[in-house]
């Protein structure tokens, strides 16, 4: 068996071992473990059923894993995406009003548009065509959009009719462990700890049962039901025009949060060829969106790689056995609902907050000195926790662009593609 592995996956000629994949793997689940608590609690909020909602995160991320692994034979797992399950909730359902169904309609077909543009071989020049500049201003949106969510959900941050927000109760205990959570993750992640993000989130939990705060519903058990979400999407319905921006965003975000992430995580293992590109890269773009739409047949938002892969390749893992042994794991965790669904929101809001950290780090590769460049990364880091919209941030970032380069006489840097796109929003926002 050991010997059939070796060769599949060429561990050897990686300079491997099937003992440091398994370790690689474990790794990388439990640095990503987070998403079985928080992805549920998020996306209930829609109206969606927590416990078919788990089963769906759980298997979505094991499809992707397995995919990438199997086929691809790469080291990256995958999982419902940081960000763009607050988007799906917050933005498609909860402040535009469409039905969960019918976002889930727009999470399938932005798959199936993803799936198109990877075996056309288009993405090169869909991904080229986004400024760089543009891709730090999204990255560090969503954090801001990530970072407002978590401050709300604990009662951090709350509404004001004369300023918008402004500080909540911060003496009531959800906005206290919410800080303990999001302190302990910070100082774990800085001590390099496996798994920080999931102690913080059990350890608060945990305490939270201790003090009287939160109840406790077990730990493991039979897999609940995924029938109140399977194949409940709305496809038709999320062929409306005015989800055409919704379609875009979960795909824009998704390709180029992917394609990063991809090479990020390739060049950090040492697995580019010569020319620093990155073999195969089509199948491990076939397996994120081919994981979406089997997310979104399940019940859950797109489905994407993680930078937290970048563990596993930290303690060794080079091939796709690493990845399947993720795959596996989350399987596994299917049997551990009732802990799961247990972790209450100002729990994972120390998690959000984290994360929200992370991503908001791409500001500083943003050129400051160039005033054409970060105006736009102003605009979209701004635009996506004020208008509560990932689409609206991508949407004016783009217009931002385009507009000041080309006043500015540097018109020559815009690409084509990104006039397009520009204009294509500024009839969205005019129109629509």
Avoid at 253 to 282: H, M, Q, Y
Avoid at 379 to 406: C, N, Q, R
């Amino acid at each position: 068996m050991l010997n059939k592995l070796d060769q599949y996956f060429q561990i050897s000629a990686h300079g491997s071992s099937v003992r440091t994949e398994v370790i690689a793997g474990i790794t990388t689940f439990l640095t990503m473990a987070y998403i079985i608590f928080v992805n549920p609690d998020m996306l209930a909020k829609t109206g969606m059923d927590q416990g078919s909602v788990f089963v769906a995160t759980c298997v979505a991320a094991a499809i992707g894993c397995l995919i990438m692994g199997l086929w691809a034979k790469y080291p990256i797992a995958q999982a419902p995406g940081m960000g763009l399950n607050a988007f799906f909730t917050y933005t498609v359902v909860l402040t535009m009003g469409h039905e969960w169904q019918t976002a889930l309609g727009a999470v399938f077909l932005s798959g199936v548009i993803f799936t198109i543009l990877s075996l056309m071989r288009v993405r090169e020049w869909i991904i080229n065509a986004i400024p760089n500049s543009v891709r730090f201003g999204i990255a560090a949106g969503i954090g801001f959009f990530l970072a407002i969510i978590a401050l709300q959900n604990a009662g951090i941050v709350v509404d004001n009719p004369a300023t918008l927000v402004t500080r909540g109760d911060l003496s009531q205990p959800g906005a206290i462990y919410a800080l303990i959570g999001f302190f302990v993750i910070a100082a774990l992640a800085y001590l390099k700890v496996t798994g920080a993000v999931m102690i913080g989130v059990l350890g608060v939990t945990v305490l939270s049962m201790l003090l009287g705060h939160q109840s406790f519903g077990g730990v493991a058990s039979m897999p609940p039901s995924v029938s109140p979400t399977l194949f409940q999407l709305d496809i038709f319905g999320a062929l409306d025009v005015t989800l055409i921006s919704v379609i875009f965003a979960f795909l824009f975000v998704d390709l180029f949060d992917t394609s990063g992430t991809l090479v990020g995580v390739a060049e950090r293992g040492n697995l580019l060829d010569k020319d620093g590109k990155l073999p195969r890269i089509n199948r491990a773009m076939m397996a994120d969106s081919g994981a979406t739409i089997a997310g979104s047949l399940l019940g859950t938002s797109t489905t994407t790689s993680y930078i937290e892969s970048t563990s596993g390749i930290a303690a060794g893992g080079r091939t796709g056995l690493t990845a399947v042994v993720v795959g596996l794991l989350f399987l596994l965790s299917l049997f551990f609902a009732p802990l799961a669904l247990s972790v209450p929101a100002f729990a994972t809001a120390g998690a959000l907050l984290y994360v929200a950290v992370l991503m908001t780090g791409a500001l500083t590769k943003v050129d400051w000195q160039d005033i054409t460049e970060a105006a736009p990364v102003l605009i979209a880091a701004l635009a996506m926790p004020f208008t509560y919209s990932i689409a609206d941030g991508i949407a004016l970032a783009f217009i931002a662009y385009a507009a000041i380069k080309t006043l500015s006489g540097k018109w020559r840097e815009v690409s084509p593609a990104c006039y397009i796109l520009a204009a294509l929003f500024v009839l969205k926002f005019l129109f629509l």
